[in-house]
């Protein structure tokens, strides 16, 4: 079972970008798929979730800027990022909390780089 993700890249403030993750392999259930972010010397954050019931978290700096969202047949989660600012900047990692048919565990993807310049 793996993560993959895309979708970073280099953008100016006020600018956007889409991040999308998708989970492969053998899964038998998906619990919550979202996104932690770690800026340059700081610690790793979350950024939003996503349960496989539609329910959504964010981080109180990105409420009313970003967006998840999932599509389950594709086992897939994608964050909207609009109206970004430099603080935005960092490696962004996708997550999820999956089942494979006999248990449950936490996997990471590989860090997407996100830079916003000023």
């Known amino acids: 079972v793996q993560l993959q993700a895309s979708g970073g890249g280099l953008v100016q403030s006020g600018g956007s970008l889409r991040l999308s993750c998708a989970a492969s392999?053998?899964?038998?259930?998906?619990?919550?798929m979202g996104w932690y972010r770690r800026a340059p010397g700081k610690q790793r954050e979350l950024v939003a979730t996503?349960?496989?019931?539609?329910?959504?978290n964010y981080v109180d700096s990105v409420k009313g800027r970003f967006t998840i969202s999932g599509d389950n047949p594709k086992k897939t989660v994608y964050l909207q990022m609009d109206s970004l600012k430099p603080e935005d900047t960092g490696v962004y990692y996708c997550y999820t909390f999956i089942n494979d048919g006999s248990r449950w565990f936490d996997l990471w993807g590989q860090g997407t780089l996100v830079t916003v310049s000023s």
């Open positions: 392999g053998s899964i038998f259930s998906i619990s919550v």
């Open positions: 996503i349960t496989s019931g539609g329910r959504t």
